[in-house]
C-alpha cells in the first residue's frame, strides 16, 4: 500500500491499482493524477480537512464514490451523499478495510464547541486520528500520520499520542500552519518519540511516498 503525503492534512492511499483519499481540504491544491478512487474519507467538518470544490471534483472524475465521515461532517456536507461512521465501526471499500476511531475532536479552547472526528486505520497498518489524539486500542500500527500543528496541538501531547501508538514508522502531516524552523522542531521531537518503540520517523514533504 502506497501512502502520498500532499499539503497539510491530505493523504492518498493506493492498494492494487485503487486509490483513497483522505481529508482533502482547503490549504491542499486539487489533486492531479488520481486514478481509481474508490472511497474518501473525511475526519471532521473543519474546512482544512475538506471543501465542496475537492469533492465535487473528485466525484466527477469519479461519479458514485463513497463518501465516509463522522455525523457532524455528514451534516456539514450535507450536498454530498456521506456515509455516517462512528467509533467502532468497520468498512471495506475496494481493497481497503476501514476501522474508525475516537469520535471528538481534540478540544481547542473551552468557548469552541466540540466537534465530531474519527480517526480512521486502513488495512489494520496504517493510521491516521484526524484532528485528535485517539489511539487504536489494540492494534500494531505500521505507519502513523501523525498531528505536527495546529491550534488545539501542544508538542508534549503530540509525543504522549505517537508514544501511546507506538508505531514501526511515523511521519508528520496537519503541518502547514509552521514555519519551517517549527516544523523541523516538532519533527525532532515525534523523531524521538517514534524511536522510544524502536520506531523510524519519515520526513515526508508535500508529494512524497513511501510504502506500507
Known sequence: MRVTKFEHATLTLVESGKTLVIDPGNFTAPLGDLENVVGIVLTHEHPD???????????????????????????????????????????????????????RHNVIHSSIPVIDNVGVLVNDAFYYPGDSYAVPEGATVKLLAAPLGAPWLKIGEAMDFVLAVAPQRAFGTHDIGLSVVGRGMHRARLKWAVEQSGGEFLELDPGDSTDV
Open 49 to 103: 480537512h475538506w471543501t465542496p470544490e475537492h469533492l465535487t471534483r473528485i466525484l466527477k472524475a469519479f461519479p458514485g464514490t463513497p463518501i465516509f465521515g463522522p455525523h457532524g461532517l455528514a451534516v456539514a456536507a450535507e450536498q454530498f451523499d456521506v456515509t455516517e461512521v462512528a467509533a467502532g465501526d468497520t468498512v471495506q471499500v475496494g481493497p481497503f478495510r476501514l476501522s474508525f476511531h475516537g469520535g
